[in-house]
């Protein structure tokens, strides 16, 4: 079983793509900050996430540098070669859901649709609008 459940900062605003291939599906990079629960010397530990498709699209459109988001997924380790001909892993978590977590300050900037806090963002689709009157922040 690979099953991945997180929540943290963004320490970045993500960066959204599009594949070259007849669907271009979106393809949004970010990375969390996670506070490890058990250290006492508040380490912290940043972690590599993707988002495909709509999730990455939704991803792109309602988070940005410093919020806190919530995410299950999935670890990928992908091998490659870099230029110097060495062999090289990177590893991901591949975010099948996200959810908006933290209070309304975290939130204050977002202009996402109405939905209850912490609601799943699998099948969601970018285009649908909320007006303002209806945001629940």
């Keep these: 079983m ?11 605003d993500p ?3 599009y594949s070259s ?6 393809v949004a990079r970010f ?3 996670i506070n490890r629960s058990r250290s006492k ?18 991803v792109g459109k309602y988070f940005t ?14 091998p490659y070669t870099d ?4 062999k090289r ?17 975290d939130n204050a900037n977002a202009s996402a649709p109405a939905m209850d806090n912490g609601a799943s963002m699998d099948g969601f689709y970018a285009d649908a609008e909320a007006a303002d009157d209806d945001l629940p922040f």
């Design 2 to 12: 690979n099953k991945v459940e997180l929540m943290g900062r963004l320490t970045r």
């Design 15 to 17: 960066e959204v793509s």
């Design 21 to 26: 291939n007849d669907s271009a599906m979106a």
């Design 31 to 33: 990375s969390l900050a």
């Design 41 to 58: 010397d508040n380490a912290v530990d940043f972690i590599n996430c993707v988002a495909f498709g709509k999730t990455g699209e939704f």
């Design 65 to 78: 540098k410093g919020q806190m988001m919530a995410l299950s997924g999935n670890i990928q380790v992908n």
């Design 83 to 86: 230029k110097d001909g060495n």
């Design 89 to 105: 892993t990177s590893t991901n978590v591949v975010a099948e859901e996200v959810f908006f977590t933290g209070g309304k300050s």
